[in-house]
Nanobody
């Protein structure tokens, strides 16, 4: 069963950086994607970025392009490096696994089969 050991998150000033990580285990699919989503209070959950397990394909939401970078290592840990953080990046961030990845579905919540627990990121102005 999918599990994600999270680390990172916390409080940072605007312009600062944080790195989230998700150590993935329990995924048996040969090809899958790990996505990062976020949800601010009172708002819907939105896609931030995703990466396939091969590392070949990545996607970013327009709001984070050029500031966030997703990557993975050989130990199945997925990282989300967040630079130039803004107050509007404040949210609870979730990682999720899509076992039937397709490009056009990367940003849809319903595409993801398993979800990790959220981690709070707070950016102060």
């Amino acid at each position: 069963r999918f599990s994600c050991r999270r680390s990172g998150g916390g409080l940072v000033q605007a312009g600062g950086s944080l790195r989230l990580s998700c150590a993935v285990s329990g995924v048996t699919s040969a090809f899958y994607a790990i996505g990062w989503f976020r949800q601010a209070p009172g708002k819907e959950r939105e896609a931030v970025s995703c990466i396939t397990n091969t590392g070949v394909t990545t996607h970013y939401a327009d709001s984070v392009k050029g500031r966030f970078t997703i990557s993975r290592d050989n130990d199945n840990t997925v990282y989300l490096q967040m630079n130039s953080l803004k107050p509007e990046d404040t949210a609870t961030y979730y990682c999720a696994a899509d076992l039937n990845f397709w490009d056009s579905g990367w940003s849809k919540v319903v595409s993801y089969d398993y979800w990790g627990k959220g981690t709070l990121v707070t950016v102060s102005s």
